[in-house]
């Protein structure tokens, strides 16, 4: 049925003729007979308004929670309108990558301006093109530390877990040693980090807020590390970032971050975006697509791909990385997420989501759901629960409300903007009744 | 045209969020922000005619003719959009309970049991973002798999010359040695430097087939023939998939790992440079090192597994899901007899542009073609002074994208052409006559093929100035 093929077979009849074979088939003689195949062993096509019907009625199959009290690494913060509106543009969307910069401005300008973007929300000198997400670009920082002398990287204990696990197998591809910096009441233990710390370590990488929610004091962190020659990466969530000490200020050489909370829906967990910016000193070191400021011929200001002696299609075998396709359309979106908000409207998301965790983590204490850990938070934290979680979160569901997320000790909950007070104190009530 | 910022007022904002409805609660000092925050500020009118004005500035498919070679830029088809729009795919938190995403872990099932019959291999994930994630994920599980078997000499990994960069970059990633392989003359592996090559330290092999000549390699299976008697194993990259899709399987030339480009082959949108999906295709021997979270059916659900002897987790979650949920669209559409059909039509496609292009211009190698075809500028330019970069350029004021330039590297002057199957003849027809006429006024007036492009948004830019003085951000204090 529907190849979206435009040909008729008159015309491919013609087609053929010119070429000077007289079957399609013909065309594949290089092809050992041996493995030529037959046919597929699938289904036919079918038509659009089949296919339709069958997707929809796989979207069906999953439950859209109304209420959603779960992080974790990928947050419901409120899209704009007009992040859909301006990205589902067909040029932007069926465009490839920049290569071409006279036809390829509308794309290199929308980078630039997210790179600029970036670089304010970490407080950094330079930012690529975006990477995979959060958890490939931590694991891509890690490899623009380490060095000959250098070969191992500190990782909190207390990151996220998915960030952790992908730093390993990077690191475990390149022969990096990974060394997991303990916890102690649900923070990065300082002091267990300074016992660590030794002259061949590449980096320390921290997580603010950290997985559970806890702010880590990451001017602390980082000065420990560059006491001991080791550069500081911190991963941060973009939205905190808009009121809680820029990594620049903690003293960060480089910050990444999963950019999903900028305007992208939950999705099953992709695509999001990751995004990386760092220091002036460590800028060449950056993988991936950067755009870069020139002149064109009649002298005007443009944009084009920039620094490319770094990246795999001339490096090859000595390139900083592989990376080739990034996430470019979902740094569209982060960029005009970040243009829609403007700093009043980021800053005014991040004290929403604040405030709400903890109006949230108040109400939850006085019906026997404990704070685990002590200390400062920012819209995630972990309560002890009076029953078994699964036997909460199921009640929950039930009731068309996706509770936290179940971690060791608890139930790590979360909340943004989106979670109105009638929500929270919907669920307090639910909850009460659950334990009652 | 002005940046965002340059745009921006004062005061000016868009009203989204309403106001505070519990308590305030305030930050602790000691963890507040005190360096200024430069956002833009703007109404939704700027916003809305900034990103118009930037679209008007974009060459997409949709704008017109795409033949960048490798790079599969066939037609995005528009139901994958409003289905990869449904709320039953955006709005699933990837960490909700099971019983609650089965729609999603079936699209994610489903599109691996499709992917398997294409490619006859046994498994597949779609945690890889992009074909080179895929390439990395590729060689950790041949890394893994020589490793569990304590094969440690394997160190090294073969590359033909007529590689995509990303191979070797891969390889260089995952802690392998690169053994380049030179290529014969027609793009095809040197059997003989093949087999001086494979060996006890031989990890592996990477290879694309067809080859980044466009040609389908003959000796296929004797090159993975003499890769797995050296105790090697066989990648395929996919990039080139297209050519033969429903035609040739990677699994019955000999390979036993492929990664799949679902942003090429399988006609989800490139987003001006993502995202992709790099779907890892393994036969049994890999199975038990596949990343994290690989869905399985089991008693009529579907739930994640862990492989026992997992590499780990190459990205958070499960990888690119809305482009999953565009080319499992795709594939239903098409259906086996489709994608035979659509590999066919784009093997045709670019033997008929190729005809109609020789008489005008020196193809890198002769006869018939797969998917894809280059063209080489050596002598025109040795003639007229005209480079291939030029071509390229004029090309731009016809409203044409240009063919993918200089790559592959063994060929001087290199223009590679991959029409795909989605353009009808009168394009083709229309292509051919244009770039014939620009090749015709490479001998009669070089000059304006130097100065083009004159008609698009900007000219040709100073590339070198853009490097030696790397101006990254906007500078707020300028």
């Not at chain 1, 543009?89 to 973007?117: D, R």
């Not at chain 1, 929950?396 to 409300?401: F, K, N, P, S, Y």
């Amino acid at each position: 049925m529907g190849s979206y093929l435009p040909s008729t077979a008159g015309q491919k009849r013609q087609m053929l003729e010119a070429v000077g074979v007289s079957q399609i088939e013909a065309l594949y003689d290089n092809v050992p007979a041996s493995i030529r195949l037959d046919g597929l062993d699938l289904a036919p096509g079918l038509s659009e308004m089949e296919v339709s019907a069958q997707m929809c009625a796989l979207a069906d199959k999953n439950h859209v929670f109304h209420t959603i009290f779960r992080g974790a690494g990928a947050y419901d913060h409120y899209i704009p309108a007009i992040v859909e509106r301006v990205c589902n543009k067909e040029e932007f969307l069926t465009a490839y990558t920049p290569y071409q910069a006279e036809i390829s401005q509308g794309i290199l300008q929308s980078i630039f301006e997210y790179q600029t973007m970036i670089c304010e929300l970490t407080g950094m000198d330079a930012s690529n093109a975006s990477v995979y997400d959060g958890a490939s670009a931590a694991a891509e920082a890690v490899a623009m530390c380490r060095d000959r002398k250098r070969n191992r990287a500190l990782v909190s204990a207390a990151a996220h877990p998915a960030v952790i696990q992908t730093i390993q197998t990077y690191c475990a591809g390149a022969d990096t040693e990974v060394a997991l910096i303990p916890t102690k009441d649900g923070r990065t233990d300082l002091d267990a980090l300074r016992a660590m710390l030794c002259d061949t370590d590449a980096c320390v990488y921290l997580q603010q807020p950290n997985f559970y929610g806890n702010l880590e004091d990451a001017e602390a962190t980082g000065a420990v590390a560059h006491e001991a020659g080791a550069k500081f990466i911190l991963g941060i969530h973009p939205i905190a970032a808009a009121i809680l000490k820029s990594p620049r200020e903690c003293g960060a050489d480089i910050a990444v971050g999963e950019g999903q909370p900028l305007g992208m829906p939950l999705a099953f967990g992709g695509p999001y975006l990751g995004f990386m910016a760092c220091t002036q000193a460590l800028f060449r070191k950056l993988p991936g697509r950067i755009v870069g400021e020139t002149v064109d011929a009649a002298d005007e200001r443009c944009f084009v791909l920039t620094l490319q002696a770094r990246e795999q299609h001339i490096r090859r075998e000595k390139a900083s990385s592989n990376i080739c396709s990034n996430q470019a359309l979902c740094a569209m979106r982060a960029a005009v997420y970040l243009a829609a908000m403007g700093p009043q409207g980021l800053q005014k998301a991040a004290q929403l989501s604040y405030a709400k965790a903890h109006y949230l983590a108040e109400e939850l204490e006085k019906i026997g759901f404990p704070r685990r850990y002590p200390g400062a938070f920012f819209q995630e934290f972990v309560t002890e629960t009076p029953l078994p979680a699964e036997q909460i979160l199921a009640k929950l569901e039930a009731h068309d409300i996706l509770g936290g997320y179940p971690v060791e000790g608890g139930i790590l909950w979360c909340t943004t903007e989106k979670n109105t007070k009638a929500q929270i104190d919907a669920l307090i009530g639910l909850l009460k009744e659950v334990c009652a | 045209m002005n940046l965002l910022f340059e745009k921006s007022v004062p005061g000016r904002a868009c009203t989204l969020l309403p106001d505070c409805d519990v308590p305030n609660a305030a930050l602790p000092e000691q963890f507040a922000r005190q360096q200024p925050l430069h956002l833009p500020e703007l109404s939704e009118t700027d916003i809305s005619r900034h990103y118009t004005e930037l679209s008007k500035r974009v060459h997409g498919v949709n704008d017109g003719f795409y033949p960048l070679g490798s790079c599969t830029m066939k037609y995005n088809p528009a139901l994958n959009e409003e289905i990869a729009a449904l709320p039953g795919f955006t709005g699933i938190h990837p960490l909700q309970p099971e019983y609650t995403a089965q729609g999603c872990m079936e699209v994610l099932a489903e599109a691996e049991r499709i992917l398997c019959a294409v490619t006859g291999m046994e498994a597949m994930t779609f945690q890889p973002a992009a074909g080179a994630h895929g390439e990395f994920t590729g060689l950790l599980l041949i890394k893994a798999y020589h490793r569990s078997r304590g094969d440690l000499q394997r160190t090294k990994i073969l590359v033909p010359d007529s590689a995509h960069g990303t191979n070797p970059a891969s390889a260089t990633m995952t802690g392998f040695e690169v053994v380049n392989v030179p290529s014969s003359p027609d793009g095809c592996v040197d059997l003989d430097a093949l087999r001086k090559a494979a060996g006890p330290d031989t990890a592996g092999l990477m290879l694309t087939n067809p080859n980044t000549l466009g040609l389908f390699d003959k000796n296929i299976l004797e090159i993975t023939r003499i890769v797995h008697e050296a105790g090697g194993l066989n990648y395929y990259d996919g990039a080139n998939l297209n050519a033969v899709m429903g035609v040739a399987r990677p699994g019955d030339m000999g390979f036993d790992v492929v990664h799949l480009n679902l942003h090429k082959t399988f006609s989800t949108p490139h987003g001006g440079g993502g995202p992709g999906s790099g779907a890892v295709g393994v036969k049994d021997l890999l199975v038990p090192f596949l990343p994290n979270r690989h869905v399985v059916e089991k008693d009529g659900h579907y739930t994640f597994e862990d492989a026992e002897q997992t590499i780990g987790s190459v990205k958070a979650f499960y990888g690119n899901f809305l482009v999953v949920v565009r080319a499992l669209c795709y594939m239903k559409m098409l259906g086996g007899d489709g994608m035979r059909d659509a590999a066919q039509t784009a093997v045709l496609n670019a033997n008929y542009l190729k005809k109609l292009l020789e008489p005008h211009c020196d193809a890198a190698t002769p006869g018939l073609c797969m998917h894809e075809f280059v063209l080489t500028m050596e002598h025109l330019k040795k003639e007229t002074g005209v480079s291939a970069m030029d071509v390229a350029k004029s090309m731009l004021d016809y409203g044409m994208h240009p063919p993918t330039m200089y790559f592959p590297l063994i060929v001087p002057e290199a223009l590679m052409f991959e029409p795909t199957e989605t353009e009808s003849k009168e394009t083709l027809d229309w292509a051919a006559q244009t770039i014939a006429e620009i090749l015709e006024r490479a001998h009669t007036d070089p000059e304006s093929l130097h100065a083009s492009p004159t008609r698009t948004p900007i000219r040709r830019p100073d590339e070198v100035r853009a490097a030696r003085t790397p101006k990254l951000r906007y500078s707020f204090d300028a």
